[in-house]
């Protein structure tokens, strides 16, 4: 049946919940003829059809396979255009059973309609212009956010927040190439504007340059936060680990050298998703596993957003142990944390790392005061993310591209104006603008963005 219809208006369908344990399923088709194939495998005790039924309605229906019940549900029935996709919608809901999501979805499909593709319903909704490129992307980041913060940017996003901005960027454009062709038009006549347009280009750069600015941090902080333990030996990394995580996650023992691998556990804190990664603790060693160990605890605290740098509190440091802790300290000093451990025993002085927190994991001491001042490096972290808008790679792109060929522009600018050079560079720059908004964006860039979803979004 979808032979003879385009690509973007044919019958698709997809579950749209996740799949696992819950009590139901919904599945969506949407496409132009959806209310006619969704009519030749439900049924209502009515013998009604969809076709007959008002829109935005929902009804108790069955579904057979051969005079056989797959399922009873309830079927919802939005016809476009209000409707997400803008196209007719039917969302059926279903027990959720893997076997029945199947069956259903496959007598869909034998009657007309094929399995949608990543993002595609969103896609439709774009091309259909119930939301632009911006909103779609951000409903993904929705979908994904790990955290609060990222949630209400991207809640923010869909809401047309940075669409708009985007919108204010095309109009000052808009203004400039105005003044100019003003300028060239009346050149004889001394009516220049060159102030005016220096000023404008000065303040778009400025206004990229602030939205760019926390792109690195927000990349950082999207995945969650990484906390890691890094130390020597036997310095109690894995107890003040599994203390921080208040289960015995990570193997504690007298020997040194127990952890040999990276053991990750993740915890919210303060609307965050922490990822608490224990370590293998360093010291030279012959053996190659260990020393795989060793190699990967260094990766860690290179990735790491905060690193615990840990050290027995019992023990004076060895040469070769105030050799690594410099190291360390010299290479991440800004994301470390200094922790002592076993204050419970007594301790020796630890001229190296003199702002440490004394902890003792046996006797939970001090554990506050750690989890406050890992509060506190958090909070600097999302201090920076100041900026109003989430932008994903493309987008941050294609602003420095933007903001690339704006910062050419005020070069050529600075002594002299050609008006008609500066015109054709504005319109450039125009044109940029609207593939970030995606109102001039190419099939491959869109394409491109709708991969990222997942199937029934
Ligand atoms: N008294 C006391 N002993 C502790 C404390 N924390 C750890 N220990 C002991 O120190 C030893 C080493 O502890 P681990 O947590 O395994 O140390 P680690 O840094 O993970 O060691 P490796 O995995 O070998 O690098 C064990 O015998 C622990 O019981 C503490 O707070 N007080
Ligand atoms: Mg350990």
Redesign the pocket.
């Known amino acids: 049946m979808n032979t003879f219809i385009a690509q973007d208006e044919q019958t698709i369908v997809a579950q749209s919940t996740p799949s696992g344990t819950g009590a139901l399923a919904i599945i969506r088709l949407s496409g132009n003829i959806t209310i006619a194939v969704a009519d030749k495998f439900i049924s209502f005790a009515s013998k009604k059809k969809l076709t007959d039924l008002d829109s935005h309605t929902v009804h108790y229906a069955t579904i057979c396979k051969n005079d056989t019940i797959i399922d009873h549900v309830m079927v919802t029935l939005l016809r476009g255009p209000k409707t997400f996709t803008g196209q007719d919608t039917v969302e059926i809901t279903c027990h959720n059973n893997p076997f029945i999501i199947e069956a259903i979805i496959e007598q869909a499909i034998t009657h007309g309609a094929r399995l949608a593709q990543e993002g595609e319903f969103t896609k439709r909704a774009v091309l259909n212009g119930k939301i632009d490129i911006v909103q779609a992307e951000a409903i993904n980041e929705l979908i994904h956010a790990q955290n609060k913060y990222m949630l209400q940017q991207s809640l923010a996003q869909l809401d047309g927040g940075f669409s708009r901005w985007i919108g204010d960027i095309e109009k000052d454009l808009l203004h400039c190439i105005a003044l100019s062709e003003a300028s060239f038009e009346f050149i004889d006549e001394e009516m220049e504007f060159d102030k005016q347009i220096r000023q404008l280009l000065e303040q778009l750069q400025l206004k990229i340059i602030e939205v760019q600015k926390t792109f690195d941090i927000q990349q950082q902080i999207r995945e969650g936060i990484r906390i890691a333990l890094i130390?020597t030996?036997?310095?109690?990394?894995?107890?003040?680990f599994n203390a921080l995580l208040n289960k015995n996650r990570?193997i504690?023992?007298?020997?040194?050298?127990?952890?040999r691998d990276s053991i990750e556990a993740g915890v919210y804190r303060k609307n965050f998703y922490v990822t608490f990664v224990?370590t293998?603790?360093l010291r030279k060693s012959e053996d190659t596993i260990e020393q795989e160990g060793i190699n990967r605890a260094l990766q860690e605290a290179h990735k790491a957003d905060i690193v615990l740098l840990?050290a027995d509190g019992t023990q004076k440091l060895s040469g070769q142990e105030t050799e690594i802790y410099s190291q360390l300290l010299k290479q991440y000093e800004p994301k470390i944390i200094s922790v002592t451990?076993?204050s419970?025993?007594p301790s020796k002085s630890l001229l190296l790392l003199n702002n440490s927190i004394a902890t003792?994991?046996?006797n939970k001491t001090n554990l506050d005061v750690l989890e406050q001042a890992i509060d506190n490096k958090i909070a600097k972290l999302t201090a920076t993310l100041e900026s109003p808008f989430l932008l994903n790679k493309r987008q941050f792109n294609l602003l420095s591209v933007l903001k690339k060929q704006l910062e050419t522009i005020n070069e050529n600018i600075k002594q002299h104006i050609d008006y008609e050079l500066l015109s054709l560079h504005l319109k450039e720059a125009l044109e940029q603008l609207s593939e970030l908004s995606g109102k001039t964006i190419t099939k491959d860039s869109m394409d491109a963005i709708f991969k990222e979803f997942c199937i029934g979004k």
């Open positions: 130390g030996v036997n310095a109690g990394k894995s107890s003040l990570s504690v023992t007298n020997i040194a050298g127990t952890t224990d293998a603790g840990v451990t076993k419970d025993l003792s994991s046996k």
